[in-house]
Structures are given as structure tokens and as C-alpha cells.
């Protein structure tokens, strides 16, 4: 890799200003990775005009990455002593694990912009840096002045390096140099990298005792044994060929899970194990202690008779609910178990974020499973205003109903709770000629004492993922819900409004789509939706809740550039405001424009 060029900051400093308002930045004045960086803080909404960041006040240096780099950098320490350049080290995430620094000065502006111990630096917080770029782009990094996203940071330089394990290439940390803009030079980067080659050299030194014992304990188990054996430590995991052959991915992964939590948990023996084939398994683990503070473990494992393939079809679901889309396998894992307790009979309770779709996943294996049974649902927010919404539930706890949903029970008083608790206790085990089947939703499942035994009558709660969690079934929602509402399919929605739409925070989840979508056909009802024929909070990605005041001041700049085709000066008059003032409210707003 050639020596980076020092950027003219003059022409950086102008590029990022027509950047940072949404104008095209030269492509010539800055580098292609700066550019991205910026783009990717642009998308995650970082602010440029100040520095905020997690902090982790629990910082801990005993660790493997801490013990082989601490050396180094002190000799760096010393070797760069009296200039003003701080040497810095992270763990994974972007977290300052320690910092040392050559001069006082320099020392405390690093305070100031919050370049210390405990704080994140990932590039998701504080935008374009050399310890997050380098982490987010996975090599090598630069960022000179103001190629930083924030503009606190313009009066540094920094040259960041990822550090990667030497024998399991996994992420471990970076180390970063950072000086003064005007003290930077071409060399600052090719340091870092000579710096982050060291600590991976005492890496491998320090890990190779460790890792030789714990292949030597693996080699001679399958001497000893026959069937599955394998070895894992936080770094290195070792599986036989048997266990490749005869044990599918999904139960590969569940014996290294538990084998995981035996080594953290320090309990070595044997574990009896249901795998998600349905095959019984028993566990036998010996843990090795290889220092003071990591350790490896070694496990053999028997199995039961596989099962018949004919169960495993039924046990699986092989189509999708009715009525229901989304492929994200977060969703399908909670519809499936979902599923897996209306069949077995087991009373559940199903959480979730508002207009996630717990109802719906509840209709729709009821549907399936039981098309012709008499399915009740019941929402316990009405029973403030219904003093006979409790006989009501009693009602149909008591009649012949084969399921009952109750939603959002959460919203119940504690004389409610207590009330619905006596009520669940009594039908659940009452005698019936049918067998009756309950549900509850609820948004959370911590607030009292008297939800929490309100849920004992359920054995198990499923938590739905909110759509923020899983995108990718955004689209396939959107083509369901314009079906339904444009009676036929007649009604599309165009690339341009889509990406609109992926890009929004939706905390109201697919419910929020939906009257969304709801109000768009009003207006829209055949031929494509275009971005401009969606309501104005889908072309803005607030950093915040806006008040009632902001969200109309948004909605009327929105509706602004929208007449004036995106022309800011244009939108800037109508609405009575200077240019300056626009630019800075399409920031805050978080307002996505078309150029």
C-alpha cells in the first residue's frame, strides 16, 4: 500500500461543507474512502456539529488484547516521549480501552472531544474518524482534518488499524494514532500499521502455548473416543469429520452453544441435550484451564436414535402462515414457536412492540391449525372505559370457545391483573369437553408484581422482532398491503419510494405501514407510488420525537421542496426563511432530499 498523501484542507474543509448541505462534494478534492465514510455517517444520522457517544464506565484492561498490547504501546510511549502524539487502543466495538499521550495539550482537547477511556468511537456515533473507519471499513485508515465528520475533531489527525487474532482472524480491537492536523504527516499511518503487526506477533506469542494444549487434549480424545468429539476456546473451534457427517448445521450449533456456556460457566460434566432435530443428546465436557483467564473445553457426545424423517416434516412447517410475509429468519423463528405452542396445547404469551403483528401471527396459526374452531379475542385497553369488560372475559373463558386472545394486558390496572389472574386460574382448570387454548399480548413483560403473576399461568412467552430488526420483509409487507388496499395488485410502489421507506425508523412497525399505505391510496390508486406521493415524515430520519410545532414546521419544508423540485433557495423564499436557516433545519429534521 502506497504512503498516503496529506490532503489539501482547504479543498477537503469546501468539500465537506457542500457535503454536510446535501450539495455534490467535489470528486477531486476528497478520497473515495473519505467519501464513503461520510455517506455512511450521513445515513446513520451522526451530528456534525457536536460529539455525542455511549460511554462504558466499566473499562476492563484484563483481557488478551489489553495483556500482549500494553507492552507495545508503552514502548511506543516511550519511544515517541516529549511529541505530541497519543497512542490509543479499542476493543472491537470502537470502545477507548487505554489511552497515552505525549503532551498536555493535546491531552486535553482529547478530553474535550470525549478521546478517552470508556468512550465509543465507532463510526456510527461520531461519523468519519480513524479508530471507526478503519473498524467499519475492516483495514487500514487515515482521516486527515477535516475529512472528520464532526467538526470538533477537524484540528486532529488520526491513522487507525484493525487488530485481528492471529490464528481465529477474528476482531479484536484496532490501534489508533492521533496528533495534531498540522504535526501530521505521510508516515503517521504506516506507524500505526507497524504498531498493530506487533501486537498481533505477541498475540500469536501468547496464544500459542494455549491453542497447542488444547489441540493436544483434542487429538487425544479421538484417540480415546469414538463418535462426536470436538474443542472450542474464544477463539478456535476444532470438529471432528464424524460430526460433520452425521449431525446437521442447526445441531452442530446448539452443542457448541451449550458447550459455550459450560466453559463460561465453569462447569465442566455431562448434559443431557435436546437438539432441534428432535435427536437426544448427552454431553460430556472437560475444561481446560489454560491461564488466569480464558479456557478451553473439550467435548464428546453421544447420540440417541435419529429420529423418523416423517416427524421432522411435521414438526417443520414448510409454507408460510396465511396471510402473514417475511422471510427474516428472526420472524420465522417466533411465528414457528408460535406455532409449536398452539399445537402442543401450551398457554402463551406473545410480546412485541406496538403494530409489530402479534395478533396477527395469533390469527393466522389459529387459521391454519384450526380453521373451523371458534377463535375469540378480546383487548383488555378497553376495560378503563367498560366496567363489564372483565365479566366479558369471564364469559368467554367460560364458554365454549376453543382460543382466546386477550391483547395488551400489560395496559390493565392491579386490581385488573389480579381480577383476569383469578378469572385464567379458574378456566384453566376447569373441566370442559373441549380443550381450551389462551394468549395474551402484551408490549412488555417486567413493570409489576401483579403482571408477573398474571404470566405464570404461562409457561411461555415469544417475542415478536420489531420491523426495524428485519428489513428485508419491508418490501414484501409493502406489495401485501397494496394488494389488499388497491383491491387487485393495480397499485405499485416505485424504487425510489421504497428506498424512502426502508430508510425510516417506523416505530410503529407494519401497522404504521399499513395506514401509511392507507392514506397514500386515498390519493393514488392505480399505476405507481412515487416518493412524492408519500406523507412527509417518510422523507425525513429524525435523530429525535419531534414536538407538535417541529413536525408541522417539517411537513411544511417538506412540502416546499417538494413543489420546488428540490431547489432549497426556491423553498427557502416560499417559506419566508434564509437558505442558511433551511439547510440547517433539513439537517436537524433529518430531511431527505432528492439532490
Keep these: 500500500m502506497p504512503v498516503p498523501r496529506v490532503p489539501d484542507?482547504?479543498?477537503?474543509?469546501?468539500?465537506?461543507?457542500?457535503?454536510?448541505?446535501?450539495?455534490?462534494?467535489?470528486?477531486?478534492?476528497?478520497?473515495?474512502?473519505?467519501?464513503?465514510?461520510?455517506?455512511?455517517?450521513?445515513?446513520?444520522?451522526?451530528?456534525?456539529?457536536?460529539?455525542?457517544?455511549?460511554?462504558?464506565?466499566?473499562?476492563?484492561?484484563?483481557?488478551?488484547?489489553?495483556?500482549?498490547?500494553?507492552?507495545?504501546?508503552?514502548?511506543?510511549?516511550?519511544?515517541?516521549?516529549?511529541?505530541?502524539?497519543?497512542?490509543?487502543?479499542?476493543?472491537?466495538?470502537?470502545?477507548?480501552?487505554?489511552?497515552?499521550?505525549?503532551?498536555?495539550?493535546?491531552?486535553?482537547?482529547?478530553?474535550?472531544?470525549?478521546?478517552?477511556?470508556?468512550?465509543?468511537?465507532?463510526?456510527?456515533?461520531?461519523?468519519?474518524?480513524?479508530?471507526?473507519?478503519?473498524?467499519?471499513?475492516?483495514?487500514?485508515?487515515?482521516?486527515?482534518?477535516?475529512?472528520?465528520?464532526?467538526?470538533?475533531?477537524?484540528?486532529?489527525?488520526?491513522?487507525?488499524?484493525?487488530?485481528?487474532?492471529?490464528?481465529?482472524?477474528?476482531?479484536?480491537?484496532?490501534?489508533?494514532?492521533?496528533?495534531?492536523?498540522?504535526?501530521?504527516?505521510?508516515?503517521?499511518?504506516?506507524?500505526?500499521?507497524?504498531?498493530?503487526?506487533?501486537?498481533?506477533k505477541s498475540l500469536l506469542a501468547d496464544a500459542a502455548s494455549n491453542e497447542l494444549r488444547l489441540f493436544q487434549e483434542y487429538l487425544r480424545t479421538c484417540r480415546r473416543k469414538a463418535g462426536v468429539v470436538f474443542a472450542l476456546n474464544n477463539?478456535?473451534?476444532?470438529?471432528?469429520?464424524?460430526?460433520?457427517?452425521?449431525?446437521?448445521?442447526?445441531?452442530?450449533?446448539?452443542?457448541?452453544?451449550?458447550?459455550?456456556?459450560?466453559?463460561?460457566?465453569r462447569r465442566p460434566g455431562s448434559l443431557a441435550v435436546e437438539l432441534p432435530s428432535g435427536r437426544g443428546a448427552r454431553l460430556y465436557c472437560r475444561i481446560l484451564e489454560c491461564d488466569d483467564l480464558s479456557s478451553g473445553i473439550v467435548a464428546h457426545v453421544t447420540l440417541e436414535q435419529a429420529p423418523h424423517r416423517a416427524s421432522q416434516v411435521t414438526d417443520t412447517p414448510r409454507v408460510p402462515l396465511p396471510g402473514l410475509v417475511g422471510n427474516g429468519q428472526t420472524w420465522l423463528n417466533a411465528c414457528q414457536d408460535v406455532e409449536r405452542a398452539f399445537r402442543s396445547g401450551e398457554w402463551l404469551a406473545v410480546e412485541g412492540e406496538a403494530g409489530v403483528g402479534k395478533l396477527a401471527v395469533l390469527t393466522a396459526v389459529q387459521l391454519r391449525r384450526q380453521p373451523i374452531g371458534k377463535f375469540q379475542v378480546l383487548d383488555a385497553a378497553d376495560a378503563a372505559g367498560d366496567p363489564a369488560w372483565l365479566a366479558t372475559a369471564r364469559r368467554l373463558l367460560d364458554a365454549d370457545a376453543d382460543s382466546v386472545v386477550l391483547r395488551h394486558v400489560d395496559t390493565l390496572d392491579a386490581w385488573g391483573l389480579r381480577a383476569l389472574h383469578a378469572a385464567l386460574h379458574s378456566a384453566r382448570y376447569a373441566v370442559r369437553d373441549r380443550p381450551l387454548w389462551v394468549a395474551v399480548t402484551l408490549?412488555?413483560?417486567?413493570?409489576?408484581?401483579?403482571?408477573?403473576?398474571?404470566?405464570?399461568?404461562?409457561?411461555?412467552?415469544?417475542?415478536?422482532?420489531?420491523?426495524?430488526?428485519?428489513?428485508?420483509?419491508?418490501?414484501?409487507?409493502?406489495?401485501?398491503?397494496?394488494?389488499?388496499?388497491?383491491?387487485?395488485?393495480?397499485?405499485?410502489?416505485?424504487?425510489?419510494?421504497?428506498?424512502?421507506?426502508?430508510?425510516?425508523?417506523?416505530?410503529?412497525?407494519?401497522?404504521?405501514?399499513?395506514?401509511?399505505?392507507?392514506?397514500?391510496?386515498?390519493?393514488?390508486?392505480?399505476?405507481?407510488?412515487?416518493?412524492?406521493?408519500?406523507?412527509?415524515?417518510?422523507?425525513?430520519?429524525s435523530r429525535r420525537v419531534l414536538t407538535p410545532l417541529e413536525a408541522m414546521e417539517r411537513d411544511a419544508i417538506v412540502t416546499c421542496l417538494s413543489g420546488a423540485r428540490g431547489n432549497k433557495t426556491q423553498a427557502a423564499r416560499s417559506l419566508g426563511m434564509s437558505r442558511a436557516t433551511i439547510y440547517r433545519k433539513i439537517h436537524d429534521y433529518g430531511i431527505v432530499t432528492s439532490s
Design 235 to 265: 477463539d478456535v473451534v476444532m470438529l471432528n469429520e464424524f460430526a460433520r457427517t452425521v449431525l446437521e448445521p442447526a445441531d452442530q450449533a446448539a452443542l457448541l452453544a451449550h458447550a459455550t456456556e459450560a466453559m463460561a460457566s
Design 9 to 200: 484542507q482547504k479543498v477537503v474543509a469546501t468539500s465537506r461543507e457542500r457535503f454536510l448541505t446535501h450539495e455534490t462534494p467535489d470528486p477531486q478534492g476528497v478520497r473515495d474512502s473519505i467519501l464513503a465514510s461520510w455517506q455512511r455517517s450521513h445515513e446513520w444520522r451522526v451530528a456534525a456539529d457536536r460529539i455525542e457517544m455511549p460511554y462504558e464506565p466499566y473499562v476492563h484492561l484484563d483481557n488478551r488484547l489489553s495483556r500482549s498490547a500494553l507492552p507495545v504501546l508503552r514502548t511506543l510511549r516511550e519511544q515517541l516521549d516529549g511529541q505530541s502524539v497519543s497512542v490509543i487502543l479499542t476493543d472491537p466495538t470502537g470502545v477507548v480501552l487505554t489511552r497515552m499521550t505525549g503532551d498536555s495539550d493535546l491531552e486535553r482537547h482529547l478530553d474535550r472531544v470525549l478521546l478517552a477511556p470508556g468512550f465509543s468511537y465507532a463510526e456510527r456515533f461520531v461519523g468519519t474518524n480513524g479508530i471507526g473507519t478503519a473498524l467499519e471499513m475492516g483495514g487500514p485508515a487515515h482521516v486527515f482534518g477535516h475529512e472528520h465528520y464532526a467538526e470538533h475533531l477537524e484540528d486532529l489527525a488520526c491513522a487507525g488499524v484493525p487488530i485481528h487474532h492471529p490464528i481465529s482472524s477474528r476482531l479484536v480491537g484496532a490501534v489508533d494514532l492521533t496528533c495534531w492536523r498540522k504535526d501530521a504527516g505521510a508516515l503517521l499511518l504506516t506507524l500505526a500499521k507497524a504498531t498493530a503487526e506487533q501486537i498481533r
Design 443 to 541: 408490549a412488555r413483560s417486567d413493570d409489576t408484581t401483579d403482571l408477573a403473576q398474571l404470566l405464570q399461568l404461562f409457561p411461555t412467552t415469544v417475542e415478536m422482532p420489531p420491523l426495524r430488526m428485519r428489513r428485508e420483509d419491508l418490501q414484501p409487507l409493502v406489495s401485501l398491503f397494496l394488494s389488499r388496499l388497491s383491491q387487485g395488485g393495480q397499485l405499485v410502489c416505485s424504487p425510489e419510494a421504497m428506498r424512502l421507506l426502508m430508510r425510516m425508523d417506523l416505530p410503529g412497525n407494519a401497522e404504521q405501514v399499513h395506514q401509511m399505505l392507507r392514506e397514500v391510496v386515498k390519493h393514488r390508486r392505480t399505476g405507481r407510488i412515487e416518493a412524492e406521493d408519500l406523507p412527509p415524515q417518510a422523507h425525513t430520519m
